[in-house]
């Protein structure tokens, strides 16, 4: 089967191309860097020719609210037009749990107008919504320090290995669209100083850590629940712990 990933030279990308060629499934990883963008349209048609599925998991160059909505917006509508005209049967792409909770959030609000573009593009589609990356923690202390300080709200965070959110991507871009949402979560839920503690003393790295109700996420004031799924969810294999240990071994 013919299955086009756009953003396929991407952290996800890459993980889920690899994944689906190990398979046997003819798989083009599509991105500006291959000569296909989803904002300009540039290779849009030749790449989905015999395409039965396609995967978005494209990002935004710059997170800038303005930039991030035009971003989501183009690509989702550009994409979703050149699919209907070549008759892919499945449209699945990678969103954020909790996305629809955090309005103050310019990026929350770009992704949720891709959802809701996705929803009304009358392709079979499926969107999966995967807590934060455990690659996304290093990103989180540089926003979040204060001098020698890391302060972070008093949230919790279930966040999900890369390669388990790849794995999740695999099978559900092999299985029926579900039209509709499925969500998930790493297999350990935490308070966010206490995530944030372990990963920097894995790295020896002596910042203090506080929580702190004042504080925010990339800006955004957070509830305790905003970043946890709320109903059923999938659940990655790896534990944090176990790829600390691993990265620092
Ligand atoms: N980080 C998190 O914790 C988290 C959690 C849940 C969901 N997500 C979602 O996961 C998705 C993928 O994230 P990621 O970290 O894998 O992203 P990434 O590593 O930044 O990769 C982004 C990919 O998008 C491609 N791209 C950029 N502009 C494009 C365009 N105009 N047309 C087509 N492709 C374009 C890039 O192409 P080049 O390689 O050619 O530059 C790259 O392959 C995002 O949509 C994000 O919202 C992230």
Redesign the pocket.
């Known amino acids: 089967m013919k299955i086009v990933v756009?953003?396929?030279?991407?952290?996800?990308?890459?993980k889920l191309v690899s994944r689906l060629r190990e398979v046997g499934h003819e798989v083009v990883?599509?991105?500006?860097?291959?000569g296909?963008?989803?904002?300009?349209g540039a290779g849009l048609a030749d790449v989905l020719v015999g395409a039965k599925v396609v995967v978005?998991?494209?990002?935004?160059?710059s997170f800038e609210d303005e930039a991030v909505l035009e971003?989501?917006e183009k690509?989702s509508h550009n994409l979703l037009a050149a699919e209907t005209k070549a008759g892919v049967g499945h449209h699945l792409?990678?969103?954020?749990?909790g996305v629809e909770r955090l309005p103050d959030s310019g990026?929350m609000r770009a992704?949720v107008v891709?959802e809701k573009l996705i929803e009304s593009a009358g392709i079979p589609y499926t969107i999966l919504?995967?807590?934060?990356?455990f690659?996304?923690m290093g990103a989180i202390v540089q926003s979040a320090t204060d001098g020698q300080t890391v302060r972070l709200p008093s949230a919790l965070m279930q966040?999900?290995l890369?390669d388990d959110?790849a794995a999740m991507l695999a099978e559900l871009a092999l299985g029926e669209p579900v039209n509709g949402i499925v969500e998930l979560a790493g297999p350990d839920r935490f308070r966010f100083d206490e995530l944030i503690s372990q990963f920097l003393s894995a790295n020896h790295d002596t910042r203090l850590v506080v929580a702190d109700s004042q504080a925010r996420y990339f800006g955004v004031k957070l509830d305790e629940q905003s970043l946890v799924p709320q109903g059923n969810s999938r659940i990655g294999s790896t534990h944090f712990k176990d790829w600390l240990n691993q990265a620092s071994a």
């Open positions: 756009i953003g396929g030279n991407g952290l996800i990308g890459k990883a599509a991105s500006p860097s291959s296909v963008n989803a904002v300009t978005d998991v494209t990002n935004s160059p971003f989501f690509s792409a990678l969103s954020i749990v990026y992704k891709q919504r995967a807590t934060q990356f690659e996304l966040p999900v890369s959110v």
